[in-house]
């Protein structure tokens, strides 16, 4: 084997790594924070009894969850501008992890709705509140009460979908980690460094989700 | 154009079966690969000592924090750079099926876990061994839990197999994007390539719920 | 003499196949505390939310103060009435559920105060001046900012009762509001009603407490599979009944 690991070149580069991180962040939030809206009203669709919002709703989260990210991906960037609509590299991702994040997130709200009891609902017509006023100021924030201890996994396996982004060279962490591989030679080290960074980021959005669902729990 | 589509998808119809049957055999090595490693693994989480769960947690969670893409590669890169050669066939189902088997470890885990303690001392009770224990109470009601789980697993890996083409393994994408190179229809065969998957994917999900529904105690 | 609140003629409802309310007449004067009694599956608490059109019904008219509740009816043609307009008709009715239905994540106060602010556009420190005034008047007054999951289940139920009152409701509705209390808590809901009906509000209570629907009532209604089967003064009806099925009602129902 005679491999002798060397740090060096990796730590050398590490603010290289450090930027793309940085923009995988910024990739998972923007993304995510669209999707949760687009999520949001797919899952009231998808809870509703009219049929006109359920089968749409439907439809895009089955397509969405059962089609590989990377050909959404590969998509948007290169086949979309045929059809006159040309967005530049970061924008066509965002777009496309922002509606793939719609579909897994819609499931994730559905199931958290499914949970509330009908008798909430019902106090809230009672005293004389519209659909959607219950729905902003009383489904909602239960709901995400109810969500929040699931909802890390779905959103550390967003965050880890922005690794794709490097397939239209986005320079996010792992375009970066390539980069620094092809170019140092430090093979072992660049990507046991990039691991680590992914692995504790994630560990981080796990811990503060945790901490927001502390912040939320209500008093009892 | 349309006609000019058919014509092309006709010149094009070994490509891309033979990139379907890539894909295919991609994935299920890596299903059979990672499966077997993953029962090995949610069973050290919940029986090993404590040093043994320590190491197996540790390896869970670097490989569930890594993105998949990253894992393929390194796999490629990594295998190369440390004289073992394996070309980015091997390297990539290397990586799908160690993603695998931390997704089957967690289920394995998960479905173990999932029953009640009284069942093995019911088992303890009665007089049986560890393995007749496993055998013939913890596995069977594990099962139940296991195989819906494990069948939604088959079509992540369906759907990650499409990451070898970017160290350039020719299965479905990248027989597409070889396609696309040629008579520049993108728009055309990335929605056949998303069909396709959409097809054998949904499939799996069709055949996931079935599994739930037989597997579904009567109560 | 008293004006007529509440008229309903009529009343249909189905589901599916099954006709739970079979045509009720029911007239309810300004001031009335009238307790409807009944087996379950009589179609008591099915009338009272179809008053709050939390249920459709199919046939006949619900007037409140002369205005029809929930559908246009014009001839033989019937249609529901927009989601707002059935909104606002719901705010002057107030209802009490079995279940409290309090806001989980919201304050006692914040409970009362959500329809004054969202559906009467009060200021919140307007909102949060009444709502302390209505804790209050139930008792409450130092459970304000608490909230439902730290309160007992009577506690709750007055919550409730305070944020439906709080609406000022031409008529309050009450379902089976002790029903899921435990017995040494149901005295402290039953106060707050009486303190209620002695302030004059006009009051439909679906009840299992005999003996507290002989106290406060005013008029006793016995429902009987989907029609009203007798109705008068308490004083008379659970002494002397007149029909069997009241009597056979009464002889099986805990009024002790």
């Known amino acids: 084997m005679g491999y002798t690991l060397n740090f060096g070149a990796v730590w050398r580069n590490f603010d290289f790594l450090l930027h793309g991180l940085m923009l995988s962040l910024g990739l998972a939030v923007t993304s995510i924070l669209i999707g949760a809206a687009i999520g949001l009203v797919l899952a009231f669709a998808l809870i509703s009894k009219n049929r006109f919002a359920v089968v749409p709703a439907r439809l895009y989260v089955t397509v969405l969850r059962n089609l590989p990210i990377l050909v959404l991906v590969l998509f948007a960037y290169f086949a979309l501008p045929q059809m006159g609509f040309r967005l530049d590299k970061i924008k066509s991702f965002v777009l496309v992890l922002s509606v793939y994040s719609g579909a897994y997130l819609a499931e994730v709200f559905r199931a958290g709705l499914l949970s509330i009891p009908k008798g909430l609902t019902e106090a809230g017509l009672a005293i004389g509140l519209t659909s959607m006023q219950i729905r902003t100021s009383i489904i909602a924030p239960l709901m995400v009460r109810n969500v929040l201890p699931s909802l890390s996994s779905t959103v550390i396996s967003l965050f880890k979908d922005t690794s794709l982004a490097a397939a239209i060279a986005v320079p996010e962490l792992t375009f970066a980690a390539r980069k620094i591989n092809v170019e140092s030679f430090r093979v072992i080290e660049t990507w046991m460094i990039t691991s680590a960074l992914y692995v504790a980021t994630c560990f981080l959005i796990a811990a503060l989700l945790r901490f927001v669902e502390r912040r939320l729990a209500l008093p009892r | 154009m349309s006609q000019s589509f058919l014509d092309q998808l006709w010149t094009a119809r070994y490509v891309i079966m033979s990139g379907l049957g890539m894909s295919v055999s991609i994935s299920l090595l890596a299903i059979l690969a990672g499966s077997v490693l993953g029962v090995f693994v949610g069973m050290a989480l919940v029986f090993g000592g404590a040093a043994l769960r320590f190491a197996v947690r540790a390896y869970t969670d670097i490989v569930r924090g890594t993105p998949v893409l990253v894992l393929v590669l390194a796999s490629y890169y990594v295998s190369s750079a440390v004289g073992v050669n394996l070309g980015p066939f091997t390297a990539g189902v290397l990586a799908l099926a160690i993603f695998c088997s931390s997704h089957v470890g967690e289920i394995v885990r998960g479905a173990l876990q999932a029953i009640p303690k009284g069942q093995t001392e019911a088992a303890k009770a009665i007089g049986l061994t560890f393995t007749q224990t496993f055998t013939s109470v913890l596995w069977p009601q594990a099962m139940r839990q296991f195989l819906p789980a494990w069948v939604n697993t088959a079509a992540e890996m369906v759907k990650a197999s499409t990451l070898l083409s970017v160290i350039g393994v020719a299965e479905l994408l990248l027989r597409t994007q070889e396609i696309i190179s040629r008579n520049f229809l993108s728009l055309q065969f990335y929605f056949l390539a998303g069909a396709l998957y959409f097809i054998v994917n949904y499939g799996i999900e069709r055949f996931g719920k079935y599994v739930e529904r037989k597997t579904t105690l009567p109560s | ?256």
């Open chain 3, 1 to 256: 003499m008293a004006k007529t609140i509440l008229d309903i003629r009529g009343l249909r409802k189905t589901y599916g196949q099954h006709e739970v309310l079979k045509g009720v007449d029911c007239a309810v004067q300004e001031g009335e505390v009238i307790a409807i009694i009944g087996s379950s599956g009589s179609g008591k608490t099915t009338m009272l939310r179809c008053i709050n059109m939390l249920e459709e019904f199919q046939g006949g008219t619900i007037s409140l103060d002369g205005e029809e509740i929930g559908y246009h009816v014009e001839g033989t043609a019937r249609r529901r009435k927009s989601e707002k307009e059935i909104a606002r008709q719901r705010a002057l009715t107030g209802m009490a559920f079995q279940q409290f239905n309090l806001f989980p994540h919201m304050t006692a106060a914040e409970n009362v105060m959500l329809g004054l602010i969202k559906v009467k556009k009060m200021a919140k420190f307007e909102a949060r001046a009444i709502a302390e005034t209505w804790l209050d008047r139930v008792g409450l007054a130092s459970r304000v900012d608490h909230y439902p999951g730290q309160l007992s289940g009577g506690q709750q139920q007055r919550v409730a009762i305070a944020r439906a009152i709080a609406m000022a409701p031409r008529l309050m509705l009450f379902d089976e509001v002790t029903s899921a209390l435990d017995p040494e808590l149901v005295g402290e809901v039953l106060q707050v009603i009486k303190g209620l009906a002695a302030d004059g509000m006009t009051m439909l209570l679906v009840t299992h407490e005999m003996r507290f629907a002989y106290e406060v009532s005013s008029r006793v209604i016995f429902m009987n599979q989907g029609v009203i089967c007798e109705e008068g003064n308490p004083k008379e009806m659970f002494v002397r009944p007149k029909t069997e099925r009241l009597a056979e009602f009464l002889k099986t129902s805990s009024f002790n």
